[in-house]
């Protein structure tokens, strides 16, 4: 399964860090200047949440951009690796990405953080796949002689039972008489 | 005569037979033996793009590698230059080296990826918003007033929060301008970057086309 609609491999890791940094920079200026907004002093609330904004939300971006360029890299790199591209490339660098980012804090840690990333990317993998199959079904090809003609002059003539029950057909129209 | 043509290999010359390619009058001049359609050779469009495409990439296509690159040299440059400017404390035989290693390089890195990935946030999105709104509005195309707008706008931006620590319309105007100014030196030096290497900061062909 290619993708078309994302960068080729090596750009790909600088196409996501910058993605992850802005959705970062954007969720966080939200988050923080409505948190700026609550924690000010009365008279000077909307400068408080636009300082915090300034001071917090790059803070989100870093992390963000962080956890995007590992995640990318190991995937390019698994991709290089494998030689293809499936969910369990994007499971396997989840889990990575999360040993990765907690390196500092111990083994214990990393592995409970590289569990949460495998099972969020397999939830995130899950979803998607479910969702391209859902979509997928509008453009499954009906065989000919499943579908019905469009002309119902093509039909012919009835058969007598069956046409009596949807109002139709000689018998319906001998009952009428 | 078409073979006959083809085996002649008078290439620019001869002035034996009349022209068999069509030409309009101020189009270009093809060779006169031309074995080929000429509309082939039109300039302009060589990808077949899906309908409603564009043919070269927006502002928007591009801000997150324009993003994401200036956040990986922001990291780069900054973790160098923070094994640089501490190389004393590194040279000194400390006894947790690594550990003093990786905290300076992980402090200026992040410290100046996020600076460099904010800037060119501010740049990429006043820049995109921009584009837009001139192309909604006044059916504008994207051109070097785009660039040196979100250049100074940028500028302006990123020197707001430095401003507003000040008191006084005198000081918070002067950051402001010196912000802007520095913004709108950098766009010229974009600008200039497209016009005279051609490098390529818009992912079209350049501003002047």
Redesign the interface.
């Known amino acids: 399964m290619d993708e078309y609609t994302r960068?080729p491999c090596p750009?790909r890791?600088?196409?996501?860090?910058?993605?992850a940094?802005?959705l970062g920079?954007i969720g966080g200026s939200i988050f923080h200047f409505i948190k700026g907004i609550k924690d000010s002093a009365k008279g000077s609330r909307l400068?408080g949440g636009?300082?915090s904004v300034?001071t917090n939300a790059?803070?989100t971006?870093?992390a963000f951009?962080q956890w995007?360029?590992t995640f990318s890299a190991t995937d390019c790199a698994l991709v290089a690796l494998r030689g293809k591209e499936d969910p369990w490339n994007a499971i396997i660098s989840g889990g990575v990405t999360g040993a990765v980012l907690s390196f500092?804090q111990g083994y214990t840690a990393m592995f409970g953080s590289a569990v949460i990333g495998c099972v969020l990317l397999a939830l995130i993998e899950g979803v998607s796949i479910a969702m391209t199959k859902m979509s997928a079904e509008q453009f499954k090809p009906v065989s000919p002689l499943e579908q019905m003609p469009e002309d119902p002059s093509q039909l012919g003539p009835a058969p007598a039972g069956f046409a009596s029950f949807f109002g139709g057909g000689s018998s319906t129209e001998k009952e009428f008489q | 005569m078409m073979t006959d043509d083809r085996r002649g290999g008078q290439l620019f010359g001869g002035g034996l037979f009349a022209p068999n390619v069509p030409s309009s009058p101020g189009g270009p001049s093809y060779p006169q033996y031309f074995n080929l359609d000429p509309s082939y050779m039109t300039p302009g469009s060589e990808f077949i793009v899906p309908e409603g495409a564009q043919q070269t990439r927006g502002r928007f296509e591009l801000?997150?590698?324009?993003?994401?690159?200036?956040?990986?040299a922001g990291c780069v440059l900054g973790s160098i230059g923070g094994v640089v400017s501490n190389r004393e404390i590194l040279r000194s035989g400390e006894k947790h080296l690594k550990t003093t290693f990786?905290n300076i390089v992980f402090n200026n890195g992040?410290k100046w990826?996020?600076?460099c990935?904010?800037v060119?946030?501010l740049y990429s999105g006043v820049g995109t918003l921009f584009g837009l709104a001139r192309q909604h509005l006044l059916s504008q195309d994207d051109d070097g007033i785009n660039t040196m707008t979100a250049a100074t706008t940028t500028g302006v931006l990123y020197s707001?929060?430095q401003a507003?620590k000040h008191s006084g319309l005198k000081p918070v105007a002067k950051h402001l301008c010196r912000g802007g100014l520095v913004g709108a030196v950098a766009g010229v030096v974009i600008l200039g970057s497209e016009y005279f290497i051609g490098f390529n900061t818009k992912g079209r062909r350049a501003w002047y086309y």
């Open positions: 960068e750009y890791i600088v196409d996501d860090c910058g993605g940094f802005s920079v400068k636009f300082m300034t790059p803070k971006g870093g951009a995007g360029f500092r | 801000a997150f590698l324009q993003i994401g690159s200036s956040v990986m990786s992040g990826g996020k600076k990935g904010v060119a946030f707001l929060p507003l």
